[in-house]
T-cell receptor, first 114, second 115 residues
Framework: EAGVAQSPRYKIIEKRQSVAFWCNPI?????LYWYQQILGQGPKLLIQ????????DSQLPKDRFSAERLKGVDSTLKIQPAKLEDSAVYLC????????????FGPGTRLTVT | AQSVAQPEDQVNVAEGNPLTVKCTYS??????LFWYVQYPNRGLQFLLK??????LVKGSYGFEAEFNKSQTSFHLKKPSALVSDSALYFC?????????????FGKGTKLSVKP
C-alpha cells in the first residue's frame, strides 16, 4: 500500500513570501492531520480534518496559516505571509478515521524562511 | 491538560547492550500511549502502542514498552541494541476532548548506539 505523499520535500523562501504544501493521504483514510515540527521539539498538531470537515484547528495561526481538504482526499497547507519562526518541518499524517489509534506519517516538508 | 515528558535529550548505548528510553505522561482518564521513531529526513514511523491489556507491549524491530500506571510511565526498551537503532524516538499520548485522535508528542530522545 502506498504511504502518505508530501511535496515539496524542501522549500526555502524569504520572510513575507507565501508558500503551499501538498499532502496525499493513504487511500481510504478519512482523517488527515497537519503537524508542525520545530527543530528540537516534537510535532505539534496544526489542524485535523475528518473527510472534508475541520475537526480541530485550535492551534493553527489563522492570521497566516490556512488549510483545505476540499474533496476529502488530498490537502493543502498554506502560509501567507511567512515569518522566520515558521521555519520547521511540516508533517502530514492520516488514519483510517478519527478513532483509529495508528497514524501514518509522510516524509515531511522542510521549510526554511530567511 | 495532557502532556508527555521525555527527560533525556540523548541516550548513548553500546551495541549489544540493553537500552531504555524514558517517557512519563499526564492525562485525564485512561491513556493511549505510543512510541514513534524518526530517521533522518524521514517521517515518523509507528513502533508500538498501549491501549489496554498487558502492561508489556511488544512492537516493531524488537522494541517493547512497559506501561506503569502508578508511575505514569511508558518506557521504551530493547534487550540488545543495534547500531541501526540510532534515531530520534518520540513518545506520544492521545488527547481527548474536541480533538479526538490527535497526538501530543514529547520533545524526543536521540538514541545513539555505538559499535
Amino acid at each position: 500500500e502506498a504511504g502518505v505523499a508530501q511535496s515539496p520535500r524542501y522549500k526555502i523562501i524569504e520572510k513575507r513570501q507565501s508558500v503551499a504544501f501538498w499532502c496525499n493521504p493513504i487511500s481510504g483514510h478519512a482523517t488527515l492531520y497537519w503537524y508542525q515540527q520545530i527543530l528540537g521539539q516534537g510535532p505539534k498538531l496544526l489542524i485535523q480534518f475528518q473527510n472534508n470537515g475541520v475537526v480541530d484547528d485550535s492551534q493553527l495561526p489563522k492570521d497566516r496559516f490556512s488549510a483545505e481538504r476540499l474533496k476529502g482526499v488530498d490537502s493543502t497547507l498554506k502560509i501567507q505571509p511567512a515569518k522566520l519562526e515558521d521555519s520547521a518541518v511540516y508533517l502530514c499524517a492520516s488514519s483510517l478515521d478519527h478513532l483509529s489509534y495508528e497514524q501514518y506519517f509522510g516524509p515531511g516538508t522542510r521549510l526554511t524562511v530567511t | 491538560a495532557q502532556s508527555v515528558a521525555q527527560p533525556e535529550d540523548q541516550v548513548n548505548v553500546a551495541e549489544g547492550n540493553p537500552l531504555t528510553v524514558k517517557c512519563t505522561y499526564s492525562v485525564s482518564g485512561n491513556p493511549y500511549l505510543f512510541w514513534y521513531v524518526q530517521y533522518p529526513n524521514r517521517g515518523l514511523q509507528f513502533l508500538l502502542k498501549y491501549i489496554t491489556g498487558d502492561n508489556l507491549v511488544k512492537g516493531s524491530y524488537g522494541f517493547e514498552a512497559e506501561f506503569n500506571k502508578s508511575q505514569t510511565s511508558f518506557h521504551l526498551k530493547k534487550p540488545s541494541a543495534l547500531v541501526s537503532d540510532s534515531a530520534l524516538y518520540f513518545c506520544a499520548v492521545r488527547a481527548y476532548g474536541g480533538s479526538q485522535g490527535n497526538l501530543i508528542f514529547g520533545k524526543g530522545t536521540k538514541l545513539s548506539v555505538k559499535p
